[in-house]
T-cell receptor, first 115, second 114 residues
Framework: DAGITQSPRHKVTETGTPVTLRCHQT?????MYWYRQDPGHGLRLIHY???????DKGEVSDGYSVSRSKTEDFLLTLESATSSQTSVYFC??????????????FGSGTRLTVV | GESVGLHLPTLSVQEGDNSIINCAYS??????FIWYKQESGKGPQFIID?????DKRQGQRVTVLLNKTVKHLSLQIAATQPGDSAVYFC?????????????FGTGTLLAVQP
């Protein structure tokens, strides 16, 4: 989607290796999120950020860490990848909804395979 | 690779028919609801939203109905087209909350038969 870019789009990595996924936005939105999507589970929130250096855990945060050193970038790190982290990862951005009736804008996703 | 559409409830409709996709939400404190469409290989896209002070909202060919009593949402698509084939998710949140966190349902696969 315009304004939000995820990289890489696809990655295969070995169990036990660290992996970092990047989300970059050009919309200057305050909020950024990382979700994972697995068959039968929909989208589940991993971590989110409500400002530079302000992050918090979502419902499935174990094994993941995040960093947001500037507004436009939100990094998701798998410290030691496991096969259970094989998934499609989506980044999303949003503005405070009290300002307007718009939900999230999602990136195109990163397909991660841990072998 | 495995499709996100596997293991999902599936609604199969004929082209031109109306589709109704249902969703039960979990949190009675949620007051803002969104429907998303996800095509294969893409991220979810916003379709329509509704606040809890409304029970119906219409868009172009889509209508969302909200029943707060039973915590139920539905998405109606009129004159369904092959391009409507996708996975549809409902999402809920608290409008004006500090973080805009959305909770997603597991999704429904809409398959439109020509």
């Amino acid at each position: 989607d315009a304004g939000i870019t995820q990289s890489p789009r696809h990655k295969v990595t070995e169990t036990g290796t660290p992996v970092t996924l990047r989300c970059h936005q050009t919309e200057n939105h305050r909020y950024m999120y990382w979700y994972r999507q697995d068959p039968g589970h929909g989208l589940r929130l991993i971590h989110y950020s409500y400002g530079v250096k302000d992050t918090d855990k979502g419902e499935v945060s174990d094994g993941y860490s995040v960093s947001r050193s500037k507004t436009e970038d939100f990094l998701l790190t798998l410290e030691s990848a496991t096969s259970s982290q094989t998934s499609v990862y989506f980044c999303a951005i949003s503005e405070p909804m009290r300002d307007r009736d718009v939900g999230y804008t999602f990136g195109s996703g990163t397909r991660l395979t841990v072998v | 690779g495995e499709s996100v559409g596997l293991h999902l409830p599936t609604l199969s409709v004929q082209e031109g028919d109306n589709s109704i996709i249902n969703c039960a939400y979990s949190n009675s404190a949620s007051d803002y609801f969104i429907w998303y469409k996800q095509e294969s290989g893409k991220g979810p896209q916003f379709i329509i939203d509704i606040r809890s002070n409304m029970d119906k909202r219409q868009g172009q060919r889509v209508t969302v109905l909200l029943n707060k009593t039973v915590k139920h949402l539905s998405l109606q698509i009129a004159a369904t087209q092959p391009g409507d084939s996708a996975v549809y998710f409902c999402a809920e949140t608290y409008y004006g909350g500090a973080t805009n966190k959305l909770i997603f349902g597991t999704g429904t696969l809409l398959a439109v038969q020509p």
